[in-house]
């Protein structure tokens, strides 16, 4: 069958199951625009600038654990894709990236809107293609979307000269992939597993740390298995959140700078951590030479690479955290079931000892306080199939606290590459993945107006997302940062001047807007929201002097962590 | 530490780009890259010598294999590989030094390769250190330009580096 280039790439989409895209149009994308605008199969939502596409399209793939895509045209509107795909790299979501190029001829010559993102792009994507011959597209676009979803999962760019969009080629439905150097392990060595479970029955002091790896392979059932089989004390990255629920009497909530005093306790004295789909990043160690001092460890991970880049490995196993966990579970299940008691049942006394020293919580005297915000979203959504998202700073760290996760992929939020700005366009992938959720974007000040253009976007598309502003007028965690370590000089993070009357935006955009200043409006207005089903701006406005505890200070190990809020020193100069 | 890397990788546009930043941007710095066609024309051999004094060259091997258009890679130890740099020498022959420029050619097995008045061409195969060595003895009638190859690898034996 004869065909555009441009029709080809919407038809091997369609193939690739592609129901959504988020995108933005250009002089370079037109031919492609218009073949997706008569495709029957695909929806593309126009956004408002092409960074929300991005974002959007990864946190469409977090909500559905589908290949999320995003468009753009050449020059400006590639490299606006640019944090969005670096977010996605980061926290390894499998995304497709499409974007049009100049015409083959006039790449390298400084061309209107001439970008080289693949280019740019080199090091953070999985992989990149730029389209040299227009009969590949259908062999591109199945490679790209098989390499974006399996292994470690992350973005794959696909740049697009206009000319081979434009010219005719002969349509090849079932293309075969030629990828010899990509052979991702599945399986994991099943003499490892046995040395796993072997090092587990040993141990004393077990703890499991477990990322984003566990929700990426859907591991979540068999991780919580594996947990409740060994009665091992559970902590999650902030990508791991939902692994296993954070009601779940084993469950120790996050760990790391800003994570629970007791995980970071538990991790800090256990004798055996068991890392599943977790790389050991550094806002989860602290100072690595200090973290986990007695432990050794098992780590399971998708990744070859990430086994020992930062920790000596006792036991690595490579492979899926899904088919690995089971197999664990498997042969652990046998040897726990014949034990007379629980080798670690003084661990778990110690843990419920610094649960109850050391619990997550704050101090009020009747005044809004932002945990108190996120108490009630969490409690007004917990019987209901909702989706968390969050922006990055303050109300990031508190969402990760007091929001407990019930379920995978209902925790949403920017981990490795922290971005500005993902609240918003995260809302509107997962509501448009997810359209019968319920979804809450905690947001703050700061990061929500980076992109509040795009609440264009949700009125456009009737998408009824809750952007909660937690409003303390701050670029918050950097002015803790000053607070604490940068002697209380405030350098440019007061948002006062300029901030908008985010009522009247709400208006403006024909968004539903409701202000609470006091507790008692707190759960009325997230109830009138929710009731709504419109897109909805929920300012909270809040005191600026919150600050996000227990935290690691920077460079520190997790035992000097500091536990709560310094009380403000009264008097003197 | 030096290491001699030997990938072979899928003969693509924008491969040895992705190679060499991937070295960079991991923090390691490459002493020499060769690159060329292999007995099958869809693949490349590349060698690269690396410096992996601060980080271990397994890192550098895991990131290299996670790179989708390469096939294979492996640390070719000296003592189980043959290695070779090929470099070419400009050096000033004055009539009065010649005869004693051959000779340094002929003791290395050298070839000349370009004669004119006052200069020789000198073409030079071997090791890293046999290279070293002549240009050392060249050194004293006057390099005036020279040009290396940088170093290709091939296991010895029946071992090929796909194994």
Known sequence: MKMTGAKALVKSLENEGVKHIFGYPGGRLISVHHELHESKKIQHLLMRHEQVAAHA????????????????????????????????????????????????????????QEADITGITLPIVKHSYLVKDATEIPRIVKEAFFIAST????????????????????????????LPGYKPTFKGNNRQVKAAAKMILASQRPVIYAGGGVILSNAA????????????PTT???????????????????????????ANHAISNSD?????????????????????????????????????KNVKVDVPIVGDAKQIVAALVKEIKDDMAK??????????????????????????EGELLPQYVIEQIYEATKNLDAVITTGVGQHQMWAAQFVKTLKPRTFISSGGLGTMGFGVPSALGAQVGRPEAVVFDIDGDGSFQMVSQDMATAT??????????????????????????????????????????????????????????????????????????????????????????PMVPPGKGLQDMIYEQPEPQKGGS | MRHTVSALVENKPGVLVRIAGLFARRGFNIESLAVGPTEKPSISRMTIVVDVADRPLEQVSKQL???????????????????????????????????????????????????????????????????????????????????????????????????
């Not at chain 1, 944090?83 to 006039?106: C, L, R």
């Not at chain 1, 049942?345 to 109850?356: E, G, S, T």
């Open chain 1, 151 to 178: 292994g470690r999962p992350g973005p794959v760019l696909i740049d697009l000269p206009s000319d081979m969009s434009m010219s005719q080629i002969e349509y090849d439905p079932d293309p075969e992939m030629s």
């Open chain 1, 57 to 112: 399209a990864d946190a469409y793939a977090r909500a559905t654990g589908k290949v999320g895509v995003c468009m753009a045209t050449s020059g400006p509107g590639a490299t606006n894709l640019v944090t969005g795909i670096a977010n996605a790299y980061m926290d390894s979501i499998p995304m497709v990236a499409i974007t049009a190029q100049v015409g083959s001829m006039d790449i390298g010559t400084d061309a209107f």
């Open chain 1, 236 to 262: 999650t990255t902030l990508m791991g959140k939902g692994a296993i629920p954070e009601d779940d009497e084993l469950s120790l909530g996050m760990l790391g700078m800003h994570g629970t005093a007791y």
């Open chain 1, 221 to 232: 059932p068999e991780l919580t298995k594996l947990a409740h089989v060994t009665r091992i």
């Open chain 2, 65 to 163: 294999n996670k790179l989708i258009n390469v096939l294979k890679v492996s640390d070719l130890k000296a003592s189980e590989a043959v290695e070779r740099e090929l470099s070419l020498f400009k050096v000033s022959a004055k009539p009065e030094t010649r005869a004693e420029v051959v000779e340094i050619v002929d003791i290395f097995r050298a070839k000349i390769v370009d004669a004119s008045r006052d200069e020789l061409i000198i073409e030079a195969t071997g090791t890293e250190d046999k290279i070293a060595a002549i240009e050392n003895m060249l050194a004293p009638y006057g390099i005036r330009e020279m040009s290396r190859t940088g170093k290709i690898a091939l296991a010895r034996g029946g071992r090929k580096t796909e194994d």
């Open chain 1, 460 to 549: 456009a598309y009737d998408l009824p997302i809750n952007i909660c502003i937690l409003n303390n007028q701050w670029l918050g965690m950097v002015r803790q940062w000053q607070e604490l370590f940068w002697d209380k000089r405030y350098a440019y993070t007061d948002l006062t001047p300029g901030m908008p009357d985010f009522m009247k935006l709400a208006e403006a955009y024909g968004a539903q807007g409701i202000r609470i200043t006091k507790p008692a409006e707190v759960m009325p207005a997230i109830k009138r929201a929710i009731k709504s089903k419109r897109p909805c701006i929920l300012e909270f406005v809040i005191t600026g002097e919150q600050g996000v505890f």
């Open chain 1, 272 to 308: 055996l951590i068991i890392a599943i789909g977790a790389r050991f990043d550094d806002r989860v160690t602290g100072k690595l030479s200090t973290f986990a001092p007695h432990a050794k460890y098992i780590h399971i991970d998708v990744d070859p690479a990430e086994i020992g």
């Open chain 1, 339 to 364: 034990l007379e008691k629980l080798p670690w049942a003084p661990w778990h006394d110690q843990i419920v000892a610094w649960k109850k020293k050391h619990p997550l919580t704050y101090k009020s």
